[in-house]
């Protein structure tokens, strides 16, 4: 059993920043990818950032600049430091773990952040 748990979301004003973390725990086998997605009400589900054990990064060109991912492999976590934050960036965000020699896929919950004035 692979247990994803997010935290950090919440309500903050356009301009603000945040910081979302993220901890896999449980039967985890050699994590490759950590990564956060989000999924804003009537749209799919879209990358925001991911990144890879020895540290290979790719954003969304919506967050590029603005958002800063990050990884503690030693802890199995990733962290997602969101700066300048925009209107448009409110949504459910979730974690994605990508482990194993499969591989497979693992996803949180999710945390709601919600940028508003």
């Known amino acids: 059993q692979v247990q994803v748990v997010e935290s950090g979301g919440g309500l903050v004003q356009p301009g603000e920043s945040l910081r979302l973390s993220c901890a896999a725990s449980g039967r985890i086998f050699s994590v490759r990818t950590m990564g956060w997605y989000r999924q804003a009400p009537g749209k799919e589900r879209e990358l925001v950032a991911s990144i890879t054990s020895d540290d290979k990064t790719q954003y969304a060109e919506s967050v590029k600049g603005r958002f800063t991912i990050s990884i503690d492999n030693a802890k199995n976590t990733v962290y997602l430091e969101m700066n300048n934050l925009k209107p448009e960036d409110t949504a459910v965000y979730y974690c994605?773990?990508?482990?194993?020699?499969?591989?497979?896929?693992?996803w949180g919950q999710g945390t709601q952040v919600t940028v508003s004035s």
């Open positions: 994605n773990v990508v482990h194993g020699r499969l591989p497979i896929n693992a």
